[in-house]
């Protein structure tokens, strides 16, 4: 019995198939992370709040407040992207998620009804239904 135990001792746990797809999970996720930079980036920005909608141009430098029902949330729009500066939600998950930089990005305060989408010089598919 110890014979057995030690021949099995210097080989590798993983098969061929194991090796396999760890080479196609990778491969997957290098053209997956290339693909994902491909997309153009944000020209403007559409901030929706539950009782109003505005779209503001990367461009242009600025701080703006949008007010939903919990209160005013702070939004800056700059060449670098959006971003939500401050909200009055409670867990601050907007905040956190700091600048969306590419064409389709969004940022979402729930509590506070608040969405940031960034817009594109072309409009792009998101979806296609039949």
Not at 35 to 56: F, H, I, K, M, N
Not at 92 to 120: E, F, H, S, Y
């Amino acid at each position: 019995m110890d014979s057995a135990l030690n021949s099995r001792a210097g080989r590798s746990p993983l098969t061929l198939a194991d090796w396999l797809l760890i080479a196609c999970l990778s491969a997957a996720t290098v053209v997956l992370m290339v693909a994902d930079y491909r997309v153009e980036p944000g020209q403007r920005v559409l901030v929706q709040s539950a009782d109003d909608a505005r779209v503001y141009d990367l461009a242009d430098q600025a701080v703006h407040s949008v007010t939903g029902p919990l209160g005013v949330s702070q939004v800056e729009v700059g060449p670098q992207g959006v971003r939500m500066v401050s909200s009055p939600c409670r867990q601050q998950r907007c905040v956190l998620r700091r600048w969306a930089l590419r064409r389709g990005d969004a940022i979402v305060c729930v509590p506070n009804k608040v969405v940031l989408t960034l817009l594109g010089e072309h409009a792009g598919l998101d979806a296609v239904v039949r």
